[in-house]
């Protein structure tokens, strides 16, 4: 094979950095289990730190950092709340941006019931309220065409594409 084939093989992607890459950054804040976990909760109705703690069996002083993190993100907001008699507390709800991960949660689920559920199939249905149907991802183009092979979408440089030195 000569220099100028192995250049030419090479993939289109190799012509810009990642260094800026808004997948990578996405997952700095998503990317670890007990952060998903967190979240799932919160989608779920979980919203209280111990009822959070006990149903995900999430160690507490974890708990506490991944709730930090998604709070300094604006993933999730502290909404204050006090039993009777006692101190005031918070619950945690997710704000416009938190909200904006519920495709991206339920693609990954939907993958897990597909590739990783029990025999009996998957411990959960995610339905629409308004029909009570089930729900499920899909990716669509701009022009509004059904995506169903990953094989037919590539990649190009965007407008915050930087050469690659």
């Known amino acids: 094979m000569s220099t100028h084939q192995a250049v030419t093989d090479a993939p289109p992607a190799l012509a810009w ?11 700095a804040i998503l990317g ?7 979240l799932r909760e919160v989608f779920l109705g979980v919203r209280r730190f111990d009822d959070i703690r006990r149903h995900a069996g999430i160690p507490r002083q974890v708990l506490t ?6 709070v ?9 709340y006090r039993p009777d008699g006692a101190r005031t ?4 709800r997710l704000t416009d941006k938190g909200l904006e991960l519920q495709p991206i949660l339920l693609a990954i689920t939907q993958w897990g019931d597909r590739h990783l559920a029990d025999p009996k199939g998957a411990p959960i249905e995610f339905i629409h309220r308004d029909c009570d149907e089930p729900i499920h991802v899909e990716v669509h183009c701009a022009a509004g065409h059904h995506v169903a092979d990953p094989r037919t979408v590539s990649s190009r440089p965007g ?7």
């Open 17 to 27: 950095s990642v260094e800026n890459c808004t997948l990578g950054r996405a997952m």
């Open 32 to 38: 670890e289990r007990w952060t998903v976990v967190v």
């Open 65 to 70: 950092n991944r709730l930090a993190t998604l």
């Open 72 to 80: 300094d993100e604006g993933l999730l907001r502290k909404e204050p």
């Open 89 to 92: 507390r918070h619950e945690y």
């Open 159 to 165: 407008p915050g594409a930087r050469p690659f030195a």
